[in-house]
């Protein structure tokens, strides 16, 4: 199979840097899968990163110059899980190519984590797209604002566009509006699902009911 496989920054990294013991449980995960099917592995930043841009936005820089430290700090990530994994660190989209399997994160300003990942699936005509979050998968609406939100099994790719709402830098929700249409767009098979347990990932790909598969 041809996957695409997100890490979302809330599970891999905590305020200091790598939550060590959680990569010690998906690696292994991630080199198997890798083994047996073409892999893109997408990073995103955490709270590490985060904070540090916190920080930054107390100078006087514009918008573009942040995000171009945003995607500089993101490289790092992306660093780090192509040594763990063994693969090439993808920084330039325009690389990508049917075969290519490697570790995407930031690229440019403007374009999240989520979107770059999506466009690599798009590029390698992915079998699936997964996004591993900290919740259950996508809810009819905000499940932190409301206690009776209900998780959906299962959407069709016209009905995920209701979630296409407007995201910033650092806060882009469950998927963002560029990760979206190029889902949308490719009909690219996606699951969104909790991924603090690194085995269920291979559940999913095996095609057992987890999270929010959009199809």
């Not at 882009?172 to 249409?181: E, H, P, S, T």
Request: charged share 30%; proline share 3%; hydrophobic share 40%.
């Amino acid at each position: 199979m041809r996957l695409v496989i997100k890490i979302g920054g809330s599970l891999a990294f905590t305020d200091f840097g790598p939550n060590r013991q959680y990569l010690l449980r998906l690696i292994p995960i991630l080199r198997r899968i890798g083994r047996e099917n073409q892999l893109i592995v997408g990073i995103g930043g955490g709270q590490f990163i985060r904070k540090y841009l916190k920080n930054v936005k107390n100078f006087v820089l514009s918008n573009e110059e942040i995000e171009w430290i945003f995607v500089d700090l993101l490289k790092t990530n992306v660093r780090l899980f192509s040594f763990l994994l063994n693969k090439k660190p993808i920084f330039d989209l325009t690389k990508v190519s049917r075969r290519t399997s490697g570790v995407v994160g930031g690229i440019s300003p403007g374009r999240s984590t989520d979107a770059n990942a999506a466009l690599c699936a798009e590029k390698i005509k992915a079998d699936l797209f997964i996004k591993l979050t900290d919740v259950s998968g996508i809810y009819d609406k905000d499940p932190d604002r409301y206690r009776n939100a209900k998780k959906l099994d299962k959407i069709g790719f016209e009905e995920l566009k209701r979630f296409n709402k407007k995201s910033i830098p650092c806060s882009y929700g469950i998927l963002d509006k560029m990760a979206i249409k190029v889902i949308t767009r490719s009909k690219i098979k996606t699951i969104v699902m909790n991924g603090k347990n690194p085995r269920h990932i291979i559940d999913a790909i095996k095609g057992k009911k987890i999270g929010t598969f959009i199809c």
